[in-house]
């Protein structure tokens, strides 16, 4: 199978991932791993005086399972990218917690040509939203494609 | 204890944090988590097939790495920090791999106050190197930070 | 200390092993590790919409449970097992949730000697039930185990 | 969209599903998640003196990565499936070890109608291949799927 | 930077670590890992005929926890820590359990000089406290740090 | 099934335990949970300008794997064990590093009754070697557990 290549993206292309539950697993493992230490994500006692009232998942991860649903959605085909090459303007505006359920839409804004003719820089505008249908993070990925031999 | 307060951080400012080895657990376990499906973080065979010749770690979960060093970094004190605002120009130059060991150097670039009196918006610029001294990530963080009473 | 050899397995023997409480941690880690797609086992609001009511652990994972219970049962000394060599019949009758606490009677059905003399084949029947006493997953297991010298 | 119904499936189709490395990770997690207790899975120094030299995978864990692999497989729309129902015929032939990238090709070989108008059964063939292309393990699936209203 | 030398660290002196929210996940992987067997630990029906009604971390991994949180207090500088050489008269006195929020009070006790001139041993006292206040655990660390040159 | 008694724990008792390998995974895991700051523990470039060479496993750590296997043991029955009271003089001798295989020696080396008639302490010293017969850990942990009625 050949893969898809930069040529066949275009501007204004849109697609929806599946859904995937955040759970307190997932908050406390990568939490761990990654060394997080606000007491907003290690300390339920810290969390219940905030506006959240609970442990939420660091911004980051979000836009980490983003990126996770947006590789593995049947929607695309992710066969000519070959790598991520920048993330602009991710903006944090509601929090994830353990029990939302997200998933991301993902739309092709912009296309870029590289001094490399075999391939080109395609930029996705991604919106994560959660079962409220909020808004919960926006953010721009830029990935490198392939290009038509 | 009081808070370190917006006041209280300068432009130029500049901190390096803790260093952390990243292990082929923490690729598994989170390109798992957050369903990463790109063959360069899964399949091995594929990945000895690329100019990295072995699986890497999705950038998105280096810049997580990089919130949680600079959170749990001795040199910094985050008890004004009231949530992450945004992320911009994150650029992926160099990949990690299992058995690199990072840390971030992080600098104070820009304040801007806000509507709210008692809160206004640090960015800081965070390097992430790896143990050849390459930087691997670059990065944007903009924190909504506490202002003096 | 010498193994327990085939000889020493009679039909119609019978243990119970000890009991586990599947919890939320098994069933998003290995959901992870194994990529199971479908939404009854990641997309918490999809499982609000089914019979079950709420995500539940894949009925391979279920398996998996009971071999690990089987082998580290007080009950039973698996020192002469050499290796499993099938499984068969498999049928999947009540699904386990997250805060279900289950056990395994395991019988032994069958016993077939192999071309090599040191070693037989012997089947056991596994029912695996639940806190409420309901048969989860029976299945029957072949273990190659090894003959007296 | 509609789901992709029983009437839709032929005997005879077959897909191939994406690769995956198994890891330490993988082994060590689950073998403990599950608590098996055989030394092959758990004492290194037992495995050494072994055939296989190393510890492997717990075979019904092979058979958990086919049921992942085959659902998040690109090439098959899962939307149908109801659930599992039964698993059989399962042949353990070469064990899985760290390192070890399997796949697993996936043929329709039955399909069986039920007393509900509006379900049926289909029977999979599953054979499971590592990266030196040797079947790991053979299984039939079966799974209960949506019929046409 | 230098390191804090064992000259430095004074009887008496005392700090109060970070609190860490334990969690489900933190019991069910730590205790599968470790092979915990008991049915305190891994049966939810036992643990509920108990006086504490719950399934809870058992005692050592709160010890662990312990060690885990001085080490990243961020009142307390680690940099002359060569080891831990004992670990003495841990009493358990009320156990820890999923949604528990910990802290450890430590105090420096006793200095020992050693045979080696360039280090000596200190005896830290650490008490641990749940979210009501309670101390859980009481245990006496050796560390060894090292002297001025 | 009646329990093993108190009464039935003689003075000079003695069993050994399975064997388990330490890996990396178990390392990386509970460190992060831990929240372990030290370099040694997370750190590959720091470790290997140390005696070791490598991260190695936090003695509590350590302690916490002897308690599980001393559990899991099948040459121990616990079903008279009503809890840990106490854990004195653990004294860490040789550090365990990944790829390690542990196993303990447990001996029963006192009894002391309470004013409770229905339970007694029952004192182990453990043992813990790894696979080059080195005593990597000692320790005394102390049990209540059940008397005849």
Known sequence: ??????EEYNIGDKFTTQKRT???????????????AHPMFVDEEFAKTTVFGRRILPGVLTVSFMQGLTESAN?????GV???????????????MAGDTINVEVETV??????RPDRGLVTFKQTCKNQKDEVVVEAELI???LRKP
Do not use: H
Request: hydrophobic content about 45%; proline content about 4%; overall charge positive.
């Open 1 to 6: 199978m050949r893969p898809r290549y930069f």
């Open 22 to 36: 955040i759970t307190d697993t997932d908050i406390t493992l990568m939490v761990s791993l990654c060394q997080y």
């Open 75 to 79: 929607a695309w085909d992710i066969s």
């Open 82 to 96: 070959v790598g991520m090459v920048g993330l602009n303007n991710a903006k944090f505006k509601v929090p994830v």
């Open 110 to 115: 912009a296309k870029t040509e590289t001094k």
């Open 143 to 145: 990935l490198m494609i």
